[in-house]
């Protein structure tokens, strides 16, 4: 492949939340719509057409806050079921093209394109193949970005957004680069930004042009990192079956709540929601985080890590309780658990040698499940899978609002 022909593609939905739901209600194309959790549930905004950034609104800012920036903002409440679904009908067009598909979430992913080309032609010309079909298929718009590596094409995916279309090649990086402001290098924070304005570094052309030990004296061990990346460096490879590290789930309450049933029953439809996510992906985890933030916004984090992985709601639900158990009494603000420590299903599971009798009276699966509970909840995921979230629950999450309609930007969590 030619030098000048940059294989990486980085695929970026426009205001993807929001997008769909303009798609799906067409009347409010041109509004300032935000997909988010309401003002007076401490909702915080998780998308944003780009109407309503026009008036300053952003993701992960308060309801409250976008409600005063823009008045007359349309509200939507998320449905996390349905973007999924429009993931998952992306990634399978990305698919079409080549294997080499890292999802970053469900809006973005990186593709590696450098063996279609005999299939499908040069890299610009899949990557304006698969902006087609998106649309085409989806009603969606995607900003797509062509360069030599991972963290240029996701640069160049933002560059012209939206619908936007930018190929970064070779002998274009430092035109592209320097001018820009040191904030677009990944690591750089506002704090660092600051601390840099001060050396005056303000673009990534200072940046390239300092002493890399001087980078290295103010990072410490990410120096060598931010210092490639000014200068264009990124090994980092596309890859596909990049494993994840937890998934999570947490919700910040409209009123900070002390009764511990209400947290428990909070904790038992977070589990439920988890679990189901974790089989969703085959996948099963051994370490279980609690984590909870009182109304003085200290946080605490409690860690159990069991001996065998698990996916199931209940016995996930058996060690978050426990651990909601050692934290102290008091009104809390927020509440969420995790499971990270994960493996592919289909990895083996070393059972215990000396395991209680009575347990081998019944049939049994690796990981400590029986041949009942496995079957009864095989089941429960086709209907959720068919018929859609709250089909069949609990009896004791009846009546109850679901957690996942309140969801922050943070609430599902996937790393």
């Known amino acids: ?3 000048e022909d940059p294989p990486i593609l980085h695929v970026d939905m426009d205001a993807f939340y929001a997008s769909i739901e303009i798609r799906d209600q067409p009347s409010l194309a041109g509004q300032p719509v935000c997909v988010g959790g309401r003002a007076d549930r401490r909702g915080v905004i998780s998308a944003a057409s780009y109407e309503a950034r026009r008036f300053g609104v952003h993701s992960a800012m308060p309801t409250s806050r976008a409600q005063q920036l823009c008045p007359n903002l349309v509200l939507l409440p998320p449905d996390f079921d349905k973007y999924t679904e429009v993931s998952r009908q ?12 890292e999802p970053l979430s469900l809006d973005e992913a990186f593709l590696d394109v450098a063996a279609s080309r005999r299939l499908f032609g040069t890299p610009l010309e899949i990557g304006k193949r698969i902006k087609s079909e998106i649309l085409k298929e989806t009603g969606l718009v995607a900003s797509i970005g062509v360069a030599p590596s991972k963290f240029l094409a996701k640069l160049a995916s933002d560059l012209d957004k939206p619908d936007g279309f930018r190929v970064i090649r070779a002998h274009e ?6 001018p820009l402001p040191v904030s677009k290098i990944f690591g750089i924070g506002p704090r660092s930004a600051k601390r840099l304005e001060s050396l005056g570094v303000r673009t990534v052309g200072d940046l390239a042009s300092q ?11 990410s120096g060598a990192w931010v210092h490639d990346l000014a200068h264009g460096i990124d090994p980092r490879r596309v890859t596909p079956n990049r494993v994840e590290k937890s998934h999570g789930m947490e919700r910040t309450f409209t009123d900070d709540i002390a009764d511990r049933e209400e947290l428990r029953l909070f904790l038992y439809e977070f589990c439920e929601e988890v679990s189901y996510e974790l089989r969703h992906r085959g996948l099963r985890g051994r370490t279980i985080t609690l984590k909870a933030r009182f109304a003085d916004f200290k946080t605490v984090t409690r860690s159990k890590t069991l001996d065998i992985p698990i996916n199931v709601g209940k016995r996930i639900y058996s060690t978050a309780r426990e651990l909601l158990e050692r934290v102290r009494p008091g009104p809390l603000r927020l509440l969420g658990v995790q499971i990270s420590n994960l493996e592919d299903v289909r990895a083996p599971i070393q059972n215990e040698l000396f395991a209680d009798a ?7 699966l690796e990981g ?20 859609g979230r709250g089909t069949v629950l609990p009896a004791s999450l009846l009546g109850r609002e679901p957690a996942r309609t309140f969801a922050r930007p943070d609430e599902l969590r996937t790393e």
């Open 358 to 364: 009575e347990l081998h009276a019944l049939p049994r």
């Open 90 to 101: 992306i990634m399978r067009i990305f698919r079409r093209f080549t294997p080499q598909v």
């Open 211 to 221: 002493d890399k030990q001087v980078v290295l004296r103010e990072f410490g061990t």
């Open 1 to 3: 492949m030619a030098v």
């Open 173 to 178: 990086i430092r035109e592209v680069l320097d």
């Open 368 to 387: 400590g499940g029986d041949v009942r509970q496995e079957r009864a909840t095989k089941a429960l995921d086709s209907l959720r899978e068919r018929f």
